[in-house]
């Protein structure tokens, strides 16, 4: 499949900086592999989260598209 889309230049830069990737393929590549995972724990009910390495200061992640896959998977689980 091929997709194009209009993208800010800064944010590329600082993303392929921060991943140390050199290409926006990579980036992209990246972006839909950790997509894939978030939809597959919020299907299984899960919630998808980012901590402190000691396991504090918890934020959760919410995106209205991750909340659509959680409806899907309880939908399926019935």
């Keep these: 499949m091929e997709l194009r889309m209009v993208i800010d230049d ?6 392929k900086d921060a991943l140390g990737v050199k290409t926006n393929v990579d980036i ?3 972006a839909l592999t950790i997509l894939n995972w978030a ?12 901590a402190k390495e ?3 200061n918890i934020q959760t ?4 598209a991750l909340e659509m ?10």
């Design 10 to 15: 800064t944010l590329m830069s600082e993303l």
């Design 28 to 30: 992209v590549n990246n």
């Design 39 to 50: 939809t597959k724990e919020k299907e299984k009910g899960r919630m998808v989260l980012s």
């Design 54 to 56: 000691d396991g504090t």
């Design 61 to 64: 992640l919410i995106m209205p």
């Design 69 to 78: 896959a959680k409806m899907n998977g309880k939908k399926r689980e019935k």
